[in-house]
């Protein structure tokens, strides 16, 4: 199965469509006036349906396994045709589009076993999705293409050139997935002054976004919450808690970490844990979302 580990719990919604043509009015007749031999047939499809969907992964083998939270199903006679729309929701990481669409399938192929022995020339036909609901797809701000951002890396170790930086280096791939353009990647020290320097600096630059990795620990040199948060105009704490959320649903340890967000001014600024994991997982956290928050300070632009 493909790997959803990465992706964020959204409201889900599908609905999906399939088509039974009758050969005869005088089966839409029975279905009506319920005389079909096998029972009423609308209800039992229904049922039929209801029980399919839960079974979608345990016949489609890349289907993931995940929590049914709403289904239902509706018809629509026109002439010789019945069509059914089935509507499946759910809070999880993928979407529900297939198993809408077995839902679908079900009830149709369970209208045809019990319409076959007063029938013999129905057809199922026209299985399809209707619509999809959820999803980063969904909520991606694709208004802005002119952000820039800039990414510090805050430690002692990487700056005096005893280890690599990675975590940086994540922050920067996902940055520009988001189409958001990188003007500066620095190195510095776990000091309040250079980094307080730095994002004062970018903020009178203009600079869209600041992003840090590193010193949001516990340790004796992990200052970096405690030289921005003086700084900032507004914390941002949704932000701070679907990082962290997204982290513990990881590893324990991720409740340890001090995670920023905020805006200073026009500017918003990120404070990520140092680790590479730690800084990947948060920007996964909140990305492409976050950006949303540039059509309330900046408004919408069509670039």
């Keep these: 199965m493909v790997d959803i580990t990465h992706k964020v719990t959204t409201l889900r919604t599908a609905i999906a469509q399939a088509v039974v043509k009758v050969s ?3 089966t839409i007749q029975a279905i009506k006036n319920d005389t079909v031999p096998k029972g009423n047939v609308f209800a039992m499809s229904k049922a039929a349906g209801l029980l399919g969907v839960k079974r979608t992964p345990d016949i489609l083998p890349d289907c993931h396994p995940l929590p049914i939270e709403f289904t239902g199903v509706e018809y629509e006679i026109n002439d010789l045709e019945i069509t059914v729309l089935f509507t499946v929701k759910t809070i999880y990481k993928t ?3 297939v198993e809408a669409m077995h839902g679908a399938s079900v009830v149709a192929l369970n209208m045809y076993d019990m319409l076959k022995p007063i029938d013999k020339g129905i057809e199922i036909h026209a299985i399809k999705l209707l619509k999809k609901k959820g999803g980063k797809s969904d909520f991606k701000d694709t208004f802005r293409k002119d952000l820039k951002a800039a990414v510090v890396v805050c430690s002692d170790t990487i700056s005096a050139g005893h280890k690599e930086d990675k975590a940086g280096k994540a922050i920067i791939t996902k940055l ?52 921005l948060i003086p700084l900032l105009d507004r914390r941002i704490p949704g932000i701070e808690e679907a990082i962290r959320n997204y982290g513990q649903d990881r590893m324990p340890f991720a409740m340890l970490s001090r995670s920023v967000a905020g805006t200073i001014g026009s500017t918003l600024v990120l404070a990520l844990p140092g680790s590479t994991n730690g800084a990947k997982e948060s920007m996964d956290a909140i990305f492409p979302s976050v950006l949303h928050v540039f059509r309330i300070l900046k408004g919408a632009r069509h670039d």
């Design 24 to 26: 005869k009015i005088e």
């Design 95 to 97: 979407g529900v589009e």
């Design 176 to 227: 520009e997935s988001c189409d958001v353009k990188i003007t500066e990647y620095v190195i510095i020290p776990d000091e309040v002054e250079a980094i307080q320097q730095k994002v004062k600096a970018y903020q009178e630059q203009g600079i869209d976004m600041v992003i840090y990795t590193g010193g949001t620990g516990l340790s004796g040199r992990d200052v970096t919450p405690e030289a």
